[in-house]
C-alpha cells in the first residue's frame, strides 16, 4: 500500500494480513525467512548505499557518536542479521503449541494453544539492523507489524522494509503484513487505533516510553531505559571482578545491556578500584565516582543524577557502598529494571542478590551484556522488557504470542452441568 494511505487504512490492511499469516504454516514461514535473507544478500549494494546516505546526513546535523554508531549498517551488520534470519529458522515454531490439556468429561476436552498477538506497533531507536530483527521475528511468529524507525535512519529503513516486504510476499505471505512508519505523527496517529493494533513496544527512554503508555488504550509491552548495574563484592575474585566490569561497560557502549553503574563493597575498596581505573580508562572511559570512591582513586565527582543516567557512552559511575544490602537497596532505587549483575565467590550472597534485586534479568559472575534474545538463543529480540506481564527480559518469539482456549466436544449443553442431578467434571489431566 501507498505510504501515503493513511495510517488507518495502512493498519486496517495490516490486520487483515494478520488473519491469513496466523494461518501460515511453518514450512511456507520458513521459506519466507529464507527468501528474505537472500534478498538482502543480493541487494547488499542498495542496502549500503542507503545507509551511507543516511550516514552523511546524520554526520552534517552533528548526531552524537553512540548514535552514530547505531546508526551504522555496514557488510558485517548485514551478515549478522542474516545469520540471524538462518538462526530465526532453525527455531521451533512458536505457533500452534498445545501449552496444556484437560478433560472436562468424557469425550469434551479443552486444549490451551500458542497463537499470534495479531498486530504489532513498534517503535525502536536509529539501528537499522533492529528492524530486519523485528520484522522477521514478527513474521516467524506470525504477526503483522508496523514499524517506526529513527528518522536519522529514513533511507536505510526504506530499503529494509522494501526488501522484506517483497520477499516475503513473493514466497506466499499476505501484502501488507509488514507497514513502515517514517513520521512522529504517523505515531501519534497508531496510538489511538485500538481496533487494529493489539500491542505497542517502544523502544527508548523512560519518558517515552510513559508517554506511550499514557496516550493510548492499546496494551503496551515498555522497554525502558537500561540503567544497569555491577556489584563487585567483597568475596569476588579481582582479576574476573575487573574483567566482567570493563566487558559490561565497554564491549559495546551505545546499547541498553551495557553496564552504567559499578558498585563496589566497601571492603574490596581500595585493592580493586585502582585495577579497575586502569583497565576502563585504557578503554577510553571516563569515570565518576562518589566520596568514598574519589577518597581511594582522583576522578570527577558523580552526583545524584548520575545514578539513574544511561549514558550510552564511554562514561561509567561508581559508588562504594556497604554490603550486598546496600547494593540491592540502590540498586532497586536507581535502576531501570533492566539487567543487573552480582560478581562473588558467596553462593548465598549471590542468590540473595538475585532474589531480591527487581529486574528482569539478574546475572551471578558474568557480563550484563550477555543479556541479549540473540544470545539467550531467542533468534534475536523485538527489545528487553521491563514490565510485569506476559512477556520480561529479551523477548523473542514467545514473547510475541499469546494462547487461545480450544474446546472439543461431542453435542455437549452447559445445562446438563447444573442443577441437582448435574453431571460431574472430571478435570483429568491429558498431557
Given at each position: ?155 536505510t529503513n526504506r530499503i529494509l522494509a522494501e526488501i522484506i516486504a517483497e520477499a516475503s510476499e513473493a514466497a506466499g505471505m499476505p501484502a ?256
Amino acid at each position: 500500500m501507498s505510504s501515503k494511505s493513511s495510517i488507518t487504512e495502512r493498519a486496517a490492511v495490516a490486520k487483515s494480513a494478520s488473519l491469513q499469516l496466523a494461518a501460515a504454516k511453518t514450512k511456507a514461514k520458513n521459506a519466507a525467512l529464507t527468501e528474505i535473507a537472500k534478498t538482502l544478500e543480493r541487494r547488499k549494494a542498495d542496502v549500503l548505499q542507503a545507509n551511507q546516505l543516511d550516514l552523511e546526513a546524520a554526520e552534517k546535523a552533528n548526531l552524537a557518536a553512540p548514535l552514530l554508531k547505531r546508526l551504522k549498517f555496514d557488510e558485517a551488520k548485514l551478515a549478522d542479521v542474516c545469520a540471524g534470519i538462518h538462526s530465526l529458522i532453525n527455531l521451533d515454531d512458536p505457533v500452534g503449541r498445545t501449552l496444556s490439556a484437560v478433560e472436562l468429561d468424557a469425550g469434551l476436552e479443552l486444549y490451551k494453544v500458542s497463537c499470534p498477538i495479531g498486530v504489532i506497533g513498534v517503535v525502536f531507536e536509529s539501528r537499522p539492523d533492529a528492524l530486519v530483527q523485528i520484522s522477521t521475528l514478527c513474521l516467524k511468529s506470525g504477526d503483522a507489524v508496523l514499524l517506526k524507525g529513527g528518522s536519522e535512519a529514513a533511507q536505510t529503513n526504506r530499503i529494509l522494509a522494501e526488501i522484506i516486504a517483497e520477499a516475503s510476499e513473493a514466497a506466499g505471505m499476505p501484502a501488507g503484513w509488514i507497514q513502515l512508519l517514517e513520521t512522529r505523527q504517523d505515531v501519534a496517529e497508531m496510538l489511538a487505533l485500538d481496533d487494529h493494533i493489539d500491542l505497542i513496544i517502544p523502544r527508548g527512554s523512560n519518558e517515552f516510553v510513559r508517554y506511550i503508555m499514557n496516550n493510548t488504550n492499546v496494551p503496551v509491552l515498555g522497554h525502558a531505559d537500561g540503567i544497569c548495574h555491577v556489584y563487585v563484592d567483597r568475596e569476588a575474585e579481582l582479576d574476573m571482578a575487573v574483567s566482567i566490569a570493563v566487558d559490561s561497560k565497554c564491549q559495546y557502549v551505545a546499547v541498553c545491556n551495557a553496564a552504567e553503574t559499578l558498585l563496589v563493597d566497601a571492603p574490596l575498596a581500595a585493592e580493586f578500584l585502582p585495577r579497575v581505573r586502569a583497565e576502563l580508562e585504557a578503554k577510553g572511559c571516563h569515570l565518576k565516582g562518589c566520596e568514598q570512591t574519589r577518597a581511594i582513586i582522583d576522578i570527577e565527582p558523580a552526583c545524584d543524577e548520575d545514578w539513574a543516567t544511561e549514558y550510552l557512552d564511554y562514561i561509567l559511575s561508581i559508588k562504594v557502598v556497604d554490603g550486598v544490602d546496600a547494593a540491592v537497596e540502590h540498586i532497586n532505587r536507581y535502576g531501570s529494571g533492566h539487567t543487573d549483575a552480582i560478581v562473588t565467590g558467596d553462593k548465598d550472597k549471590a542468590e540473595a542478590f538475585m532474589s531480591r534485586v527487581d529486574a528482569a534479568d539478574v546475572f551471578w559472575n558474568c557480563s550484563t551484556r550477555f543479556s541479549d534474545g540473540f544470545r539467550y538463543g531467542l533468534g534475536a529480540e523485538v527489545g528487553i522488557s521491563t514490565n510485569k506481564i506476559h512477556a520480561r527480559g529479551p523477548v523473542g518469539l514467545e514473547g510475541l504470542v499469546i494462547y487461545k482456549w480450544k474446546l472439543l466436544g461431542k453435542g455437549q449443553v452447559a445445562a446438563d452441568y447444573a442443577g441437582p442431578d448435574a453431571k460431574k467434571f472430571t478435570h483429568k489431566k491429558l498431557r
